[in-house]
């Protein structure tokens, strides 16, 4: 588990070396740095690399409208998250997919998913390009499609030691805001999102706990929203006024997302207006029919409105709005609503109805969401006075053109309380023209004075890099976790790395907690060896305390368990064998044991036992207490026998008193005393058999 100091951060590479190379985390934007369009930010820290979002630019056709892949290495990418179906997040997926070296994993979510494929499929076959220029074909979306893994909002998943999770973003159907955890810091990915709850989807959520970064939109900078009812009824006074005159109303909006609340807009004006119900409204998208399965379908993803109205009849089945799929079915005869993609008139039916009825005044124009720099949407609504047509000649603009967004994107409102309750201790700003996002940046400045808030806005290509402090913790769980350990207690069990977090657990909880197991290897080895058996276990009674006999129940063999760990066996007059569970104990035991009786071999012409020694425990006892009195007499010269059997060491004139059967040393001089204390431990060590407890 990591815990984070406050990071550093800069956009430029910096002199100064970062604590440790591991603990440099890396933001590039490769698109929507300083920009809307083609939003795709690049994120690397500890060895983990991270793309959200991967879109194109509207404005731009062809390679121009791609991110800055050139800038990164697609095949070190471990996990690719698109946050919702917009062509400006996601319609470079195929190309990146398909054409390039990336072999990560791409989730989504659900209702994302089946949008996507519907959406780039009609992006194909409107976009006006040649071949060459063409980023990818359908047989490319189809193959994406199968290489793209869902996730659930709320749902946490682990790939190559990132987690990451997802909440509810407002926007579109099934837009989704990440969370990214690596090693403790943890990055919000917002996407577009909105706070605000509109006729079928739900606001933003907001994560129950601060990111370290929050990588967050700034489409509308410092801008705010009118009330949801003023713009509604703008929008429909607007179309009202228009097709009463006998004019005809053009809605230039993408095939999914803003379009669906405003058929739902229209659909129920048009209910409470029976003098409009001869007035047709169309829904001109190659996949009306489709689209509108989709919605039907994801219909719990919406708010409690949607799903109430859903219990009584189907609020997307509409009864006075009609498909039409191209402009050779449709009948242009009187006054008419027709909402087209797409919603920047660059191409398609809205651009073919744009070019048809821009120069008659009794007609209107509604551009309903946000405006790419570099559109014809955004150029009409500057209102100048002729515009081009797609034929190459000029036309003059005396259609009325009025822009009320229903744009479900943050406004100031909405970004500053965001960032209020959620305290992220870094933001990026992305997704924002660069005035727009300069005058924000200013605003959040003023507001996050007291905090230390850092607030940076980096350009396309251009890196933001932090450090960050982390710490290794590891934590007990399972059986070991049951008892708290007091201050200078050993905890012994495995140590289990998975990712960035380490766990220590007991072997038998090993398989509960991770999707390891434990198993056991039994070893055997057979040595010859002709002597006597007595003779092997005389000799591994001097090296070892426990040396216990039996005899095998199966084999009806003897047998002797040396130091509870290995059992030798007797298996024939010329053989002997070993057997033990595996461990470094056990292998170390069974190894002397291999020696020992190697060298009794080679000695059976001089050793000869025929039945076991009576151990004289009196003449041990002497015999080991004239050893330890040889070898002090060795280390201090001058040793006698005082009072109670006591031994008197002497060394330059300092006595040390030295009681044989507790080890305890009296005497003035400290020094001394360790010395005595500590040779006595050695020598009683190497005279006495190796107890079964030095094991442990």
């Known amino acids: 588990m990591a815990s984070t100091g406050q990071p550093q951060s800069s956009l430029k590479r910096r002199d100064s070396m970062p604590p440790r190379e591991g603990d440099q985390l890396i933001i590039t934007p490769l698109g929507a740095g300083n920009e809307v369009g083609r939003s795709c930010v690049y994120m690397t820290y500890k060895g983990k690399t991270i793309l959200f979002d991967c879109g194109i630019h509207p404005a731009y056709s062809g390679?121009?409208?791609?991110?800055?892949?050139?800038?990164?290495?697609?095949?070190t990418i471990d996990v690719l998250l698109i946050t919702h179906f917009h062509l400006d997040h996601a319609a470079s997926l195929p190309y990146f997919l398909e054409k390039t070296t990336f072999k990560g994993r791409v989730f989504m979510t659900h209702a994302t998913k089946a949008i996507y494929k519907l959406l780039l499929s009609d992006y194909v076959k409107v976009s006006k390009v040649s071949v060459e220029d063409m980023l990818f074909d359908e047989q490319d979306i189809l193959r994406s499609m199968d290489k793209i893994e869902v996730i659930d909002f709320h749902q946490t998943l682990e790939v190559n030691g990132i987690r990451?999770?997802?909440?509810?973003?407002?926007?579109?159907?099934?837009?989704?805001?990440?969370?990214?955890?690596?090693?403790?810091?943890?990055?919000?990915?917002?996407?577009?999102?909105?706070?605000?709850?509109?006729?079928?989807?739900?606001?933003?959520?907001?994560?129950?706990?601060?990111?370290?970064?929050?990588?967050?939109?700034?489409?509308?900078?410092?801008?705010?929203?009118?009330?949801?009812?003023?713009?509604e009824k703008r929008f429909t006074d607007v179309i009202h006024n228009t097709v009463s005159q006998g004019g005809r109303v053009l809605i230039p909006a993408f095939a999914l997302g803003r379009a669906q609340e405003l058929l739902l807009i229209l659909d129920e004006y048009w209910s409470n207006h029976p003098e409009l119900h001869n007035i047709p409204i169309y829904y001109a998208s190659p996949l009306a029919k489709r689209c509108m399965a989709v919605y039907q379908t994801y219909i719990n993803s919406m708010n409690e409105r949607i799903r109430n109205q859903f219990a009584n009849s189907n609020p997307f089945d509409f009864r006075h709005i009609s498909p039409l799929k191209s402009i050779e079915n449709f009948k242009?005869?009187?006054?008419?609503?027709?909402?087209?993609?797409?919603?920047?008139?660059?191409?398609?039916?809205?651009?073919?109805?744009?070019?048809k009825w821009c120069a008659d005044k009794k007609n209107a124009c509604v551009i309903p969401g946000y405006v790419v720099e570099g559109t014809l949407a955004k150029t009409i609504i500057n209102e100048p006075k002729e515009v081009s047509l797609m034929n190459g000649l000029t036309a003059p603009l005396n259609m009325q053109v009025h822009y009320i967004s229903f744009s479900a994107h943050a406004d100031y409102n909405q970004t500053s309380t965001f960032l209020q309750e959620l305290m992220p201790p870094n933001i990026i700003l992305v997704h924002g023209e660069a005035n727009e996002m300069m005058r924000l940046k200013q605003k959040l400045v003023s507001l996050f004075t007291d905090s230390n808030t850092k607030i940076i806005t980096p350009k396309n290509c251009q890196s933001v890099e932090m450090y960050f402090n982390s710490e290794k913790m590891a934590k007990t769980i399972g059986k070991l976790a049951e008892k708290t350990p007091e201050v200078g207690d050993t905890v012994n069990g495995l140590l289990?790395?998975?990712?960035?977090?380490?766990?220590?657990?007991?072997?038998?909880?090993?398989?509960?907690?991770?999707?390891?197991?434990t198993g056991n290897v039994t070893q055997r080895i057979t040595?010859?060896?002709?002597?006597?058996?007595?003779?092997?276990?005389?000799?591994?009674?001097?090296?070892?305390?426990?040396?216990?006999?039996?005899?095998?129940?199966?084999?009806?063999?003897?047998?002797?368990?040396?130091?509870e760990r290995v059992t030798v066996k007797h298996e024939?007059?010329?053989?002997?064998?070993?057997?033990?569970?595996?461990?470094?104990?056990?292998?170390?035991?069974?190894?002397?044991?291999?020696?020992?009786?190697?060298?009794?071999?080679?000695?059976?012409?001089?050793?000869?036992?025929?039945?076991?020694?009576?151990v004289d425990e009196v003449e041990e006892e002497k015999k080991a207490e004239k050893i330890v009195h040889a070898l002090l007499v060795s280390l201090f010269g001058d040793v006698k026998l005082g009072e109670n059997g006591k031994l008197?060491?002497?060394?330059?004139?300092?006595?040390?008193?030295?009681?044989?059967?507790?080890?305890?040393v009296e005497g003035e001089n400290e020094g001394l005393k360790e010395r005595v204390r500590t040779a006595f431990r050695r020598i009683q060590n190497a005279v006495k058999p190796i107890p079964v407890s030095a094991s442990y």
């Not at 242009?332 to 070019?355: C, E, K, N, T, W």
């Not at 070892?544 to 002797?560: A, K």
């Not at 006595?655 to 305890?664: F, V």
């Open 63 to 75: 390679m121009a409208a791609l991110p800055y892949f050139d800038e990164i290495d697609p095949s």
């Open 164 to 231: 990451f999770w997802c909440y509810t973003a407002g926007h579109v159907l099934g837009a989704a805001m990440f969370m990214v955890d690596i090693a403790g810091v943890r990055v919000l990915y917002t996407g577009d999102y909105s706070r605000e709850e509109d006729r079928h989807l739900r606001a933003a959520e907001l994560p129950q706990f601060s990111p370290d970064i929050c990588i967050i939109e700034s489409t509308y900078g410092v801008q705010l929203h009118q009330s949801r009812t003023i713009r």
């Open 332 to 355: 242009d005869v009187g006054p008419s609503v027709v909402m087209a993609s797409p919603g920047g008139l660059q191409s398609g039916l809205s651009r073919q109805l744009f070019d």
């Open 496 to 517: 289990v790395k998975k990712g960035f977090s380490y766990q220590i657990m007991a072997p038998d909880d090993l398989h509960i907690f991770s999707q390891l197991s």
């Open 527 to 563: 040595i010859p060896y002709s002597g006597a058996f007595g003779v092997i276990k005389h000799r591994l009674k001097q090296i070892y305390e426990s040396v216990e006999s039996s005899t095998d129940e199966e084999s009806n063999v003897q047998t002797l368990r040396v130091h």
């Open 572 to 614: 024939s007059e010329n053989h002997i064998s070993l057997h033990w569970t595996a461990d470094p104990v056990s292998d170390m035991v069974s190894d002397s044991i291999v020696a020992l009786v190697l060298n009794a071999s080679r000695e059976i012409p001089k050793v000869v036992v025929e039945s076991e020694p009576v």
């Open 648 to 664: 008197v060491i002497t060394v330059d004139g300092n006595a040390a008193i030295l009681d044989k059967q507790t080890g305890d």
